[in-house]
Structures are given as structure tokens and as C-alpha cells.
């Protein structure tokens, strides 16, 4: 079995979610405390043993790509001005890990941001990981699949219980439980109603998934508007080969949904060891 290494990341999408603050600037770059949200997922990715990452960006990304490189003018000031803490701070940024690039000309949907990965990915199994989703686990969520599909050797997909009244926001799987955190998926319905969602578990933005995956998405056609859905993808991978849906350890952030994002903010800064404790008696002072 191949080894996963390579993590691709989309983020060409147009933030609408959270406008007006994504009107000029990425989404991916609202910062959660001091550090941009997807800095969070590179950083899963990199502590989970992947060796390099491929950035899906489109316009107005620019700010992406500038944020994990090296920004030799703010180095040299803070050298100078003996800033050496933040100095290291700003550098350990640019040395997570290998990143490239590659555009994704036209926003049509995240099946074929993944499939602009193709040619950066090769032909070998990968991870995708959606910047969207903060996931706080003690063990990062895409490590815990990647243990779960060197045992199992199926493509694996993260999931979560959802309250029946939010299926409209995720794909939705029917399966079979075969362990305490390991579904059998038998189907996928992408953002059904309700009452036409098979159970209430959702996809999250976590996958493992075969190089397969770039052959079905060419032939993948779009749905109405125009968009490539992973989810039709995947559900054409699954009446080839059998996919386990995974329920993570941890605790897992909407941070593209403003309730969300601000949700991850406050337990975020709690947990810091430089803001916690400050923040906390700041909370309790407002006497909610
Ligand atoms: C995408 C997927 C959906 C999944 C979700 C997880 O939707 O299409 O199946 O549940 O990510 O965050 P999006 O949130 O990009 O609309």
C-alpha cells in the first residue's frame, strides 16, 4: 500500500459566506486569534506526518501564498529592531512545510478544485482538507484517518453527527457501523433536505483519497450551476470500491460560518496560555 504524503488544500472558493469581511481578502486568511485559519490545517497536515501540501487558489488569493513565504522586508526590520521573538514567529511560517501551487481558473465547484491538484499530486493516494473546518483533536483528524486506512486500506472520509435540521449544509452518508468509529458507507446524497437525508451523518472536510478519484472527476459532469461536485465523485468511487466513513476524535469548528468561526475564536483565545487567562475574566465580567 502506498503511503499518504501529499495533502491538497482548495481554497479558491469566494468566502461568500462571510462577506463583506471576504470581499478583498481570502477567507482562509481571517485570523482565528493570531494565526489565519488555514494556517491551523497546514499545521494539522504537518504534524501528521504529510510531506508537502498543494494549494488550490484562484483570484484574489494572492495573500495565501505571501503568508507561507518568506517576507524578507518584515524579517530584516525585525532583525533590527531585536524583535527576535516575533522575528522566529514569522519565520516558522514560512517552514511548515513544502507548499506549491496551481490556479483554479473558474469557480466551479470543489470537485474540480481537487481535480487542478492532479498533475502536483501524481499518481499515489492523497488527503484533501478543506480550510473551513478547525478541527481541535489531540491527535490531528487527517493523522487518525491516515492510521485508520493503513489498517483498512479503504479511501476514508471524515464524518460527524449533525443535528437532522443542518443536512442541507454537508453531504450526507447511509452506512453501517462496523466499528465504535468506522462506517461502512453504502451511499452519499450531497445537501438533502431533512427529511431526505439517509441519517445525520455529515461529511467533513477531511478525505483520503486514491488517484483514481482525478479520472472519475474528468468524467464527473457538472451539476446545476455549473459546479463539480466531490461528493458525485465519490459516490461513483464507491460502486467500485468500498469507503469508510470515519467519526474523528475531537472537536470540530464551522469556521467559513460566521456563529461558527466566532465560536473558534473564544475557545481558542481560552486555550492560549498568553490570552486565557485574561480573556476568561474579561467573559466573566460580562455577566451574559
Ligand atoms: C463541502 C462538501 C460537503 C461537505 C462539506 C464539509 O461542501 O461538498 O459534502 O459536507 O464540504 O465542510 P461546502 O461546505 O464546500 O459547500
Redesign the pocket.
Known sequence: MNKIRVGVFPAA?LGTRFLPATKAQPKEMLPLVDRPLIQYVVEEARDAGLARIVIVTGRGKNAIEDHFDTSFELEKMLEEKGKNGLLEQVREVAEIMPVSYVRQKQALG?GHAVLQAKDLVGNEPFAVL?G??IVDAEEPCIGQMMRLYERRGNPVIALQEVPRAETRQ??IVAGERVEERVVKITDMV?KPAPEKAPSNL????RYLLPPEIFTILEETKPEVGGEI???SALKTLLSRRPIDGYLFEGRRYDAGDKLGFLKATVEFALKRKDLGGPFREYLKGLKL
Do not use: F, H, P, S
Open positions: 472558493g470543489l478543506l473551513d473546518d454537508y453531504g450531497e455529515a461529511i467533513i472536510g461536485q466531490l461528493t
